[in-house]
């Protein structure tokens, strides 16, 4: 079986408008199916500078134009923006936060990519909820984002002090709504210790 040029290829993802490509998708687009061939060429394609590896078996295609809560989105799934990413594009914190923050149902981690941190919360996964897609990227609703930082504050992996945050962008009945909906008591205390229910 003949080989592909990396540079066919490099055409090929290109002609099909791809940000990134896993070994399935590439196994797909060569109609290869023997694995070490298609991980030879992911290889290949990396050390031409094609592809850029984001973590094993996730490359993104370099040069392509893609937001960052894109790639966050990309990096781990099932995942979405939450916590102080969220609440900083809600406004809800005034603060630039250079690590991109991901609620997921997958293990807790941390993915360093072109010097910038993607930090994924482990959440139980029944509260994996209350999230929508904008333009493309899945983020929690404001409510939700703000819930799930006081529930990991509540499980003492984030500071619990939310005196400078600006809540008057929140829905209140929303808030209590999806609150209602968290069956954890360290949480429940700690959102009647800060009179936000």
Same mark, same amino acid.
């Given at each position: 079986m003949? %080989?592909? %040029?990396a540079l066919a290829i490099q055409q090929k993802i290109k002609a099909l408008n791809l940000r990134f490509i896993t #070994? #399935? $998708? $590439?196994? %797909? $687009? $060569? /109609? =290869?199916? /023997? =694995? /070490?061939?298609?991980y030879k060429t992911l290889q290949r394609l990396e050390k031409y500078q094609v592809l850029t590896r984001l973590k094993k078996g996730q490359y993104l295609v370099t040069g392509a134009d893609v937001p960052e809560f894109v790639i966050a989105n990309f990096i781990v799934k099932p995942s979405y923006i939450s916590l102080e990413s969220a609440l900083a594009h809600y406004g809800v914190i005034a603060q630039f936060t250079y690590t991109i923050t991901s609620a997921t149902t997958q293990r807790a981690q941390k993915i360093i990519y072109e010097k910038r941190e993607f930090e994924y919360s482990k959440i139980n996964p029944r509260f994996f909820w209350g999230y929508e897609k904008q333009k493309s990227v899945m983020i929690a609703r404001p409510e939700k984002a703000c819930l799930d930082y006081l529930y990991l504050a509540a499980k003492g992996l984030r500071n619990s002090d939310i005196n400078e945050w600006d809540l008057t962008s929140l829905n209140k009945n929303q808030f209590k709504s999806y609150a209602a909906k968290i069956n954890f008591a360290p949480l429940q205390k700690l959102l009647i210790n800060k009179k936000l229910l």
């Open positions: 003949t %080989s592909i %040029s #070994p #399935p $998708l $590439l196994a %797909s $687009l $060569l /109609n =290869r199916t /023997n =694995r /070490n061939t298609v």
